[in-house]
């Protein structure tokens, strides 16, 4: 079974930056597209970035220009650097792909204080 940790959340400033990581206990070299969500107290998940093997990017609009999503096969690692935080980005953050083909793991808490 996959399992996925990521790291690197924390509390932060309205206007700060933290850069997460997801570790995927298999190989992604041939997972096609990878993705970042978030869920925030009393809301649903939502999918906040996807990257492709190929490269392509995609973004929710409410972070598209503040976050870059990003990965490394040979690490089997996820990125997602996010710049000029907003308290409304406060939220548990996770990986996976579009399609969720793979159990949820623990996550890591972004908080953004005002």
């Known amino acids: 079974q996959v399992q996925l940790v990521e790291s690197g959340g924390g509390l932060v400033q309205a206007g700060g930056s933290l850069r997460l990581s997801c570790v995927v206990s298999?190989?992604?070299?041939?997972?096609?597209?990878l993705a970042w969500y978030r869920q925030a107290p009393g809301k649903q998940r939502e999918l906040v970035a996807t990257?492709?093997?190929?490269?392509?990017?995609d973004y929710a609009d409410s972070v598209k220009g503040r976050f870059t999503i990003s990965r490394d096969n040979a690490k089997n690692t996820v990125y997602l650097q996010m710049n000029s935080l907003k308290p409304e980005d406060t939220a548990v953050y996770y990986c996976?792909?579009?399609?969720?083909?793979?159990?949820w793991g623990q996550g890591t808490q972004v908080t953004v204080s005002s």
């Open positions: 298999r190989s992604i070299f041939s997972i096609n597209a």
């Open positions: 990257i492709t093997s190929g490269g392509s990017r």
């Open positions: 996976n792909t579009p399609r969720v083909i793979w159990s």
